[in-house]
């Protein structure tokens, strides 16, 4: 049974830092691409950033820029997302996702890319 589970969400003020985990089992992590993204109330969800299946490369979605960091421990099945300089646009519910292994292709960015979805962990940036 394949699982998602995403953790380290809350509430910050702007200007504050937290660090997303997610731990994936069920699947052979090594081969898995992995990403996060997040939907705000009302609109869509959106990739936040990817990560490709050896870490050498990501992809992040251009507000986040220079201000977020995707990373992965293949060794603990866990892919992480440090956010820092938060802002209030920030907030929104934050979904781990990851496709079936040895899947074709680097960094995976779109939606349609992934197959295995966590529950999702709400971050709010207060101002």
């Known amino acids: 049974q394949v699982q998602l589970v995403e953790s380290g969400g809350g509430l910050v003020q702007a200007g504050g830092s937290l660090r997303l985990s997610c731990v994936v089992s069920g699947l052979t992590f090594s081969g898995i691409r992995t990403g996060w993204f997040r939907q705000a109330p009302g609109k869509e969800r959106k990739i936040v950033a990817a990560i490709s299946r050896g870490g050498g490369s990501t992809y992040y979605e251009d507000s986040v820029k220079g201000r977020c960091a995707i990373s992965r421990d293949n060794a603990k099945n866990t892919v992480y997302l440090q956010m820092n300089n938060l802002k209030p646009e920030d907030t929104a519910v934050y979904y781990c996702?990851?496709?079936?292994?040895?899947?074709?292709?680097?960094?995976?960015?779109?939606?349609?890319?992934?197959?295995?979805w966590g529950q999702g962990t709400q971050v709010t940036v207060s101002s």
């Open positions: 996702a990851a496709d079936r292994p040895y899947r074709i292709g680097g960094v995976a960015s779109t939606q349609s890319d992934y197959d295995y």
